[in-house]
Every structure is written in structure tokens, then in C-alpha cells.
């Protein structure tokens, strides 16, 4: 039974260890080009259509999973109860001050993008506190059992998704208000005179 519940456990380790490089090698996109590096952007929001709110939008979900697999994998290894002690989570630690400093410049440039529409950077900053206190709250909680852990960790993409569609909603209603009153002012514009036709002399 012991040595069913350990081969059971490696496998899981190895399956969450695949899953992670996977998602690295999706966000890396190798391109057969000697010497080819990759912008920062394709591994923060490797899905992003363009405009510094969408990949910051879309990198906290992503950073987020990168961390919680990190954490997933010292869980598997140690169990919950000593998946903190000493250096158990070590590595854990190292992706969320690594992470924390990657979503700097995207944060930023979205927050120059959104400006001047106060509603929308509110909510980017709502958002960016959201997300820092998601990672912190990825360790173990003493006395959760399994299903409560998984659960609330799972929590913020609802959370993260309902803040996202928010802040576009916002965003589309302003450029929408934009568009009419270009439109208005148009209309507004009186149309030249057609010029008179010089008498004959």
C-alpha cells in the first residue's frame, strides 16, 4: 500500500513538472533563429492580442498558475504539514518574488494605457492587490483538508476573471462615449459654402 501511495505521488509530481515546462516552452515559442530571445511579453501573456491592459489582464491569471504549480509540486513532495518548513518552500518563494517583480512592467504600462480613465485604473490597482494577496495565500492553511486546499486556491480566476471583464466593460464604454462625441462634434461642423461663380467682365 505504502509503496502504491509513493508511486502514485511520483507520478503526480511528474505530471505537474511536465505541465509547468510545458507551459514555459508554449510561452518561450521557439523559433529555429540562432541566437533568437524571446520578449518578455510572450512569456508573461503569451496569449495576448495586443495593448499593455490585455497582457497585464491576461498575465495574472498566468503568473498566478506558475506559482501555484511551484507550490503544488513542494505539496506532493512533502505533504501539506511540511510543504513550509525550513526549505521545503524554498522554491515556491522564489517564483512569487520572481513573478512579483516580472508583472512590474506590465502592471505599469497598462495603467499609462488606461489614464485618464480613473474607474479603469482603480481597478487595475484593486486587481494588482488581488493578485499579490492570491500568491501569499497559496501555502497551506493548518487543519485544511485536501478538497478545501484545492478549492480556494482556486477561487481567484473567478475573481481574477469578474475583475478583468470589469475593467474592459469600463474601457469600452469610455471609448464608446468617445467615438459618439466625435461624431457629435462633426455634425456640429457647419459645411462651406459652395463659392460663387466670378461674374464675367
Known sequence: MIHACRHLLAMLAVGVTAAIASSVT????FVPIPNFVPKADTYI?????GGAIDCYLQAVSHLYTMCRNVKSIEIIEFGY????EGTNGAKFEYCVDKHR????RPYQSA???ATP??????GLRGLQDLWLKSLAELKWVAGESDEQYKARVAKPYELF???AAAIRTVLAADKGKAATAADKG???????APARPKSAT
Request: hydrophobic share 30%; glycine share 2%.
Open 81 to 84: 504539514e511540511r510543504s513550509t
Open 117 to 122: 480613465n480613473r474607474t479603469a485604473i482603480d
Open 111 to 113: 495603467l499609462k494605457e
Open 45 to 49: 501573456c503569451p496569449d495576448s492580442t
Open 26 to 29: 508554449f510561452g518561450a515559442e
Open 161 to 163: 476573471s469578474e475583475r
Open 186 to 192: 462633426k455634425a456640429a461642423t457647419p459645411a462651406k
Open 101 to 104: 517583480l516580472s508583472i512590474t
